[in-house]
Structures are given as C-alpha cells and as structure tokens.
C-alpha cells in the first residue's frame, strides 16, 4: 500500500534521513588519522588499518565525536570572538 504524497512530506525526519556515506566518514577519519590529532579529536588513537576494519556503526560513532569537537571548537572561536568585539565597543566609550 503506497502512501499520498501529502503523507509523505509530512513523514517523520528521521524516516527520510539517507544512509550516512560510509566511505566518506572512513575517508575523513583517515585524514584525522594522518594528521596526527585522531586521539585529540575522537579520543581514540587510530591506526590507518583500523580506520579500514572499522564496522559501520563504530565509524559512524567516531565521526559523530568529529562532528561534537568540530561544533565545539566554532562555538568556543564565535564565543571568543564576540567578547572581543564587546570589549572594544565598550572601550570606544569608557576609558579602560
């Protein structure tokens, strides 16, 4: 039994998300792997072989924690930058 398109658009998110692209999420975990900062980032020292053998739910995980540390990161660096910019508006007008 095939759905009305009307139910369709208004079908859950987490029905139409795609599958991750697995091959993708190995490729960029192989990146953090040569550049030396896999246990920084995902907390896991990994080992080109490993990122291979690695099963699809285990990559899927450590990119989510890629995804996390990278989220954090831009949130600290905008945070960072806003008081910087609010402390010298400030400064415009009251002596420091």
Not at 25 to 32: A, H, S, T, W
Not at 81 to 96: C, E, P, Q, W
Request: aromatic share 6%.
């Amino acid at each position: 039994m095939q759905l009305p398109e009307s139910e369709l658009s208004s079908a859950p998110a987490s029905v139409m998300t795609p599958a991750p692209d697995i091959p993708a999420l190995r490729e960029k975990l192989g990146i953090l792997v040569f550049t030396g900062t896999s246990e920084e980032v995902i907390g896991v020292q990994l080992t080109h072989e490993q990122v291979k053998r690695l099963s699809d739910k285990d990559g899927e995980n450590h990119y989510k924690r890629y995804e996390t540390y990278v989220g954090a990161k831009s949130t600290e660096t905008l945070i960072e930058s806003f008081l910087m910019l609010a402390t010298k508006a400030v400064s415009m007008f009251v002596r420091l």
